[in-house]
């Protein structure tokens, strides 16, 4: 079994993978440019570089048994040379490679026939612009989304443009390697799910949570599972085909919107551990961390079922301008009952996520208590301000 670890990205989430390293007595090998990440204090070592530099990462795979990830923005192509010498990548990067561009994702999910909003390209160059904004109004018309095609995070590089000349504004020159553009979907629900596949091909799929944004982050997820089987079995089927088709190891989050017929699109995927699935930490048999080196180091997986009946999970953002440690509004939370704090131990910065809290329901608990918990939650952390 593979003992050393490397992982490329030191943010919170190679951060949340200590207790599992430590059950199951992995060293953790650390990739990341500033010794202020999170992830820099339980790492066994680390190797101070930019996550996209591969000449640090020849240098990693040296001290590794695996090489896996905490942050897709790397540096594939470049990659490719380490995976020819003999270096293990979990997933393998021809399983990351339709995913990280968002406009190549789409294509490769629709090729699958999996369901997503509808989407084109963007024009060369102003003649190809005005074909395709023709051609747009006859394919889904407006309000369009217009997304970042690649290194997008947290809503940064997600535009809702409402008329064709704000989208003109928006596209010229045009430039086709940098955008997407989709329909709006007037969605009824945002969902999200984790799923793992181990290296000789077993699947697990998570509980399908619901996720809710403000401002385009997320902010809270409701693990109630309370949308009907219909809903459930597509989530999980579009889950397991993914994995399936991409030879994929390793833990992947996939966001979906649920329309209002009931269908469900995937939104994107996240080929790693994903901030919809930290619940999981406090409320299932085997969090999204451990599963996950549990899948790359070749582990049989561990059961994805809640150990409760449910949970709340809400995101911890930087709302001051100030660089407060929230100390007293931590304190508060951690009081709660059944309440599990986490802080990342980042430098605070308004809209930045600087931890989150998660509760766990009892018996009989459903989804007007993980709503009333959340606004307490929510009334602690950001005051009166709107739910949004
Ligand atoms: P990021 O990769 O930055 O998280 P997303 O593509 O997930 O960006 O978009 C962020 C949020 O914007 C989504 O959670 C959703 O609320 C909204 N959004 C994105 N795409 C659409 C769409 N096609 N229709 C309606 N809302 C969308």
New binding site residues.
């Given amino acids: 079994m593979s003992k050393r670890v490397g992982i490329i990205g030191g943010g919170q989430l190679a951060w949340m993978m200590a207790a599992a390293a430590q059950k199951l007595e992995l060293q953790l090998i650390i990739q990341t440019a500033s010794a202020t990440d999170p992830a820099v204090s339980i790492a066994a070592h680390t190797l101070y570089a930019p996550i996209d530099d591969a000449i640090a990462t020849a240098e990693l795979a040296t001290a590794c048994d695996l090489i896996t990830f905490e942050n897709e923005f790397v540096d594939l192509k470049a990659l490719a040379g380490l995976e020819q010498q003999g270096v293990l990548f979990y997933p393998q990067l021809r399983s990351l490679a339709p995913l990280l561009d968002k406009y190549e994702q789409r294509c490769y999910l629709q090729q699958l026939g999996l369901p997503t909003?509808k989407f084109m390209p963007v024009g060369t160059d102003l003649a190809a612009l005005e074909t395709a904004l023709a051609a747009l109004e006859t394919a889904f018309g407006f309000p369009v989304?217009l997304?970042a095609r690649r290194l997008?995070?947290?809503?940064?590089?997600?535009l809702i443009v409402k008329d064709p000349q704000s989208l003109a504004a928006h596209l010229s020159p045009p430039r086709p390697d940098t955008w997407l553009l989709?329909?709006?979907?007037p969605?009824d629900r945002?969902l999200a799910v984790m799923a793992a596949r181990s290296r000789s091909g077993e699947v697990v799929v998570y509980p399908v949570v619901e996720t809710q944004?403000v401002n385009?982050v997320c902010r809270r997820v409701f693990v109630t599972e309370d949308f009907g089987n219909s809903v459930v079995e597509q989530v999980r089927s579009i889950a397991t085909q993914l994995l399936d088709r991409l030879d994929y190891v390793g833990i992947m989050g996939i966001?979906f919107?649920l329309t209002r017929d009931g269908r469900v699109l995937i939104?994107?995927t996240a080929p790693r551990t994903h901030n919809s699935g930290h619940y999981s930490l406090d409320a299932c048999e085997t969090s999204q961390f451990e599963q996950q080196l549990r899948a790359v180091c070749g582990l049989p997986l561990g059961s994805p079922a809640l150990n409760c009946a449910g949970a709340v999970m809400v995101n911890l953002l930087g709302n001051e301008a100030t660089e407060s440690d929230y100390l007293e509004q931590r304190q508060q939370l951690a009081a709660l009952p059944r309440s599990h704090v986490y802080w990342y131990g980042k430098a605070a910065r308004p809209g930045r996520k600087l931890g989150h809290v998660t509760l766990r329901l009892d018996e009989g608990e459903g989804r007007s208590q993980v709503e009333a918990l959340a606004k307490t939650v929510e009334k602690i952390w950001y005051g009166e301000e709107p739910m949004g």
């Fill in positions: 909003p989304v997304k997008g995070y947290d809503g940064q590089g997600t989709e329909e709006f979907i969605f945002e944004q385009q966001e919107f939104n994107e």
